[in-house]
């Protein structure tokens, strides 16, 4: 059976009916009928919000509950203080540092592994923009290591960066399998 990761970016497409809500809801339905297996990444709770909140995930949960995604799986990410939920992340290891390392590489070769210095001390409404950016690009590294430490197949998301004629290869290379576009998930039905 094949198995499906939708990153953050499918969550806010449905919420937003975006274009690849359709298709997003037709691999739902699919997962439903038990023909793929369609996964979220657990670190989209730690996203911060239009209303530049961080959710707790209590109500992440309530947030899938009411876009009827949540009878997915949620895939956990590494334990980081001050932007994953202990109960929804897993204790490291040396490869597990790696992996991300790695991807982060890749992704975001000329950025920061770690915050800026002393933000995660402040207050989130006192955290500058680059702390954001920075966290932004942390819930993306661990969304594909999510999907990467859980085997799965098919990586999907609007964000073009993974897709990224440069990245593509390397991140095929460390385990992404396919990485695909969310509007064109509805064709990931019929190759199943």
């Given at each position: 059976m094949l198995r499906l990761t939708l990153d953050t970016n499918a969550i806010v497409a449905i919420e937003e009916d975006r274009p690849a809500a359709s298709a997003i809801r037709q691999l739902v339905n699919a997962h439903a009928q038990g023909r793929i297996d369609v996964a979220l990444v657990a670190i989209s709770?730690?996203?911060?919000?239009?209303a530049?909140?961080?959710?707790?995930?209590?109500?992440?949960?309530?947030?899938?509950?009411r876009l009827k995604l949540d009878h997915l799986s949620l895939l956990m990410p590494i334990a980081y203080f001050d932007l994953t939920f202990w109960d929804w992340s897993f204790f490291s290891n040396e490869a597990m540092i790696e992996l991300e390392t790695k991807i982060h590489g890749v992704l975001f070769p000329n950025k920061a592994l770690l915050p800026p210095e002393g933000t995660p001390q402040l207050p989130c409404d006192q955290r500058p923009d680059e702390y954001w950016k920075w966290r932004n690009?942390?819930?993306?590294?661990l969304a594909l290591w999510s999907h990467i430490y859980a085997g799965r197949d098919v990586f999907l998301t609007s964000d073009a960066n993974f897709r990224k004629v440069t990245k593509l290869p390397a991140l095929?290379?460390?385990g992404a399998g396919r990485i695909e576009d969310l509007a064109d998930a509805?064709?990931?039905?019929?190759?199943s």
């Open positions: 709770a730690s996203e911060k919000q239009r530049g909140e961080i959710e707790n995930f209590g109500i992440f949960r309530e947030r899938l509950a690009r942390k819930c993306d590294v095929i290379a460390l509805h064709a990931l039905i019929t190759d």
